[in-house]
């Protein structure tokens, strides 16, 4: 069955640091999210992208991210500067229609520690 | 702005049990959808299933069920004779229906333990 992936599984990086998380979207499907879940707080939307660009983003996703599809399979998340308040679980997702008419896949997570 | 609150941080049941995981929510709008995803230690987040506001049947998939409250704003996840492979975080969603890529908005997770 094929399935979103992403890595690493766990980075841990230096504040003040940049770091690319890395996800593998399912090959057919159109519209790709980030998700971050901060420690016993609420998974959140960071941004969604379709069409080779954002089409939504949250208030966290400011100048500090960026997102890429660089070569047609990837679709990254780039933290510039990273800071202690990124450390969080963060969630790449595909969908073939959009969330709401087809059913959004997630990858497990990569886990993001800034020391 | 949309809210989904999960007030119970951990349950457990034992197998073979049934149990209800609460989901409340608030929104101003009438046309959305409800999830429930779940994700096992380490692994992906699954969807588990989906409501559509607009229905008033509840929605069911094999031993998981839904009581949908509109009035309420409630939608709790109904799991039948628990399995241990049932042991995961779920998450409650809420994604309004107006357009096919709006974000999900999701609660805090319950932790459910089955035990043996």
């Known amino acids: 069955e094929p399935e979103v992936t992403q890595t690493p599984s766990h980075q841990v990086t230096q504040m003040g640091q940049e770091v690319i998380l890395r996800c593998v979207p399912i090959?057919?499907?159109?519209?790709f999210y980030w998700y971050r879940q901060i420690l016993g707080q609420k998974v959140e939307f960071l941004v969604s992208?379709?069409?080779?660009?954002?089409?939504?983003k949250s208030e966290i996703f400011d100048d500090q991210f960026s997102v890429e599809r660089p070569d047609g399979s990837n679709f990254t998340l780039k933290i510039r500067s990273t800071k202690l308040e990124d450390s969080a679980m963060y969630f790449c997702?595909?969908?073939?229609?959009?969330?709401?008419?087809?059913?959004?896949?997630f990858g497990q997570g990569t886990r993001l520690t800034v020391v | 702005a949309q809210t989904v609150t999960q007030s119970q941080p951990e349950m457990s049941v034992q197998e073979a049990e049934t149990v209800t995981l609460s989901c409340t929510y608030d929104?101003?709008?009438?046309?959305?959808?409800l999830f429930w995803y779940k994700q096992p230690p380490s692994r992906q987040m699954i969807l588990v299933i989906r409501?559509?506001?607009?229905?008033?049947q509840n929605a069911t998939e094999n031993r998981f069920s839904v009581n949908f409250q509109k009035a309420a704003k409630s939608f709790s996840l109904k799991i039948s004779d628990s399995q241990l492979g049932d042991t995961a975080m779920y998450f409650c969603?809420?994604?309004?229906?107006?357009?096919?890529?709006?974000?999900?908005?999701f609660g805090k997770g319950t932790r459910l333990s089955v035990i043996a």
């Open positions: 992208f379709y069409n080779n660009e954002i089409s939504e």
């Open positions: 409501q559509e506001a607009y229905k008033q």
């Open positions: 997702a595909s969908s073939e229609t959009g969330q709401g008419l087809g059913e959004a896949f």
């Open positions: 969603a809420f994604m309004s229906r107006n357009s096919g890529n709006t974000p999900l908005v």
């Open positions: 929104t101003s709008e009438s046309n959305y959808y």
């Open positions: 090959s057919n499907h159109l519209y």
